[in-house]
C-alpha cells in the first residue's frame, strides 16, 4: 500500500508533510539499499541523498508516474552509482547473461521453516547474501517487484524499462535465487537429479 | 513433446503462474503438466517459496534508530522524529 503524502504540501516546502514522507518511506528505502548495495553505510548514504535530492526537485515532480515509482527511481539511481563508483574503471554494471540457460539443475523439495528461523538475523543474512550474487539488472528488478511489491508497470517504470523486459528479468532473477537457496533449504535425500 | 521438452517449455511462464497472470487455458495445461511431473511441481513449490521468503523477511526489516536519527539530522527535521524512532529527547 503506497503513503498518502500531499504533493502541493511538499512543493510549498511544508516540513510536517516532509516529515511523512520520510517517516513513510524510510524503511522501504533503507532495507532496498542494504539489499541493492550489500552494505549499511552504502545504504545510509542513499538514504539520506534520495531524501535530499526528493526535496531539491519535488517542484518538478509532474506526476507523470507515481510519488513512490519516482522516489524509488531517484532512491534506485543514487544506489546503482554507488556501485559503479566501486567498480574498477573501465567496468560496467553487471548485466545477465541473456542466453544463459535457465532450467533448474538442482530440484529439491524444501524442509519447512520455523518462524523464528524464518524472522532469524541469520536467515536474514543468508537472504541477503543470495540477493548480493544476482548481477545488478535482476537485482533492481526482483527488489521492487517482489520485496518492495511495485507492479510491473511501476517496476519498468522506475527502472526505465519494458514491462516484457521486468517479466524477463523476474523470472530469471526469481529462478537464479531459487537454486542459490536450494542448498540452504533442501531436504537431504530428496534431490531429483536433472 | 517430450516430457523435458514439456517442462522447458512452461519454465517462462512460471513468473506468470505465481502471479496470477497466466491466461487460464495456460494455467491449466500447466497445472496439467505438474500433476504429473515431480519436478516441475517442485521447481514450482520452491519457486514460491523463495519469494515468499524475501517477503516475510522484508516485512520485519526496519532501518535502526541511530540511522534515522542522523537521517532526520541531516534533513533538519529532528524536531519531527519521536522518542520511539530515535535517541533525540527534550533536553
Known amino acids: 500500500m503506497q503513503p498518502e503524502v500531499n504533493i502541493e504540501k511538499l512543493i510549498q516546502h511544508d516540513r510536517s508533510e516532509y516529515a511523512s514522507l520520510v517517516e513513510a518511506y524510510t524503511d522501504r528505502l533503507y532495507r532496498m539499499a542494504v539489499r541493492m548495495t550489500g552494505n549499511d553505510q552504502d545504504a545510509e548514504d542513499v538514504l539520506q541523498e534520495t531524501f535530499i535530492k526528493v526535496f531539491r526537485s519535488i517542484e518538478g515532480f509532474k506526476g507523470n508516474s507515481s510519488l513512490s515509482t519516482w522516489i524509488y527511481r531517484i532512491a534506485m539511481n543514487e544506489a546503482l552509482m554507488l556501485l559503479r563508483k566501486r567498480k574498477p574503471e573501465g567496468f560496467s554494471l553487471d548485466e545477465e547473461d541473456e542466453d544463459e540457460d535457465l532450467t533448474p539443475h538442482e530440484v529439491a523439495a524444501w524442509d519447512p521453516l520455523p518462524e523464528q528461523v524464518l524472522l532469524s538475523t541469520e536467515m536474514n543474512r543468508h537472504l541477503n547474501e543470495a540477493v548480493m550474487l544476482l548481477p545488478e539488472t535482476l537485482r533492481s528488478v526482483f527488489l521492487l517487484r517482489d520485496t518492495e511489491l511495485l507492479s510491473v508497470k511501476e517496476t519498468a517504470d522506475t527502472l526505465g524499462i519494458t514491462e516484457g523486459t521486468v517479466k524477463v528479468r523476474l523470472l530469471r532473477a526469481r529462478l537464479k535465487l531459487r537454486e542459490y537457496l536450494n542448498t540452504y533449504f533442501r531436504e537431504p535425500g530428496l534431490e531429483i537429479v536433472t | ?91
Open chain 2, 1 to 91: 513433446m517430450t516430457h523435458e521438452h514439456q517442462c522447458n517449455h512452461y519454465l517462462p511462464e512460471l513468473s506468470d503462474y505465481l502471479d496470477g497472470e497466466l491466461s487460464s487455458e495456460l494455467c491449466v495445461e500447466l497445472e496439467r503438466h505438474m500433476a504429473e511431473c515431480e519436478k516441475c511441481r517442485i521447481v514450482v513449490d520452491t519457486t514460491r517459496k523463495t519469494i515468499e521468503l524475501y517477503q516475510t523477511a522484508t516485512d520485519s526489516q526496519k532501518a535502526p534508530s541511530e540511522v534515522k536519527e542522523r537521517l532526520y539530522k541531516r534533513l533538519h527535521l529532528e524536531d519531527f522524529l519521536s522518542k520511539t524512532d530515535g535517541q533525540i529527547t527534550d533536553d
